[in-house]
């Protein structure tokens, strides 16, 4: 997910992807822990998109306070 993309969305509609990307990510994981997860590399775009969604949502937020 790009974050030109993400900056186009609302908060409400970042939340609900945050949301829905740490559900994916509780799924990959128990697959991992079961030995049948079929790409370990899934988890890392998981992680980093969550990271890059909080970032904007950070920054969308800091905009309105000023």
Excluded at 19 to 29: G, R
Excluded at 35 to 59: C, F, S, V, W
Aim: net charge positive.
């Amino acid at each position: 997910m790009k974050a030109k993309d993400i900056r186009n969305l609302t908060e409400d509609q970042i939340n609900k992807k945050i949301a829905d990307l740490k559900e994916e990510l509780f799924n990959l994981k128990f697959q991992a822990a079961l030995g049948n997860i079929e790409k370990p590399a899934r988890m890392n775009e998981i992680k980093r998109d969550i990271a890059r969604l909080k970032t904007i949502l950070t920054e969308k937020s800091a905009s309105k306070a000023e």
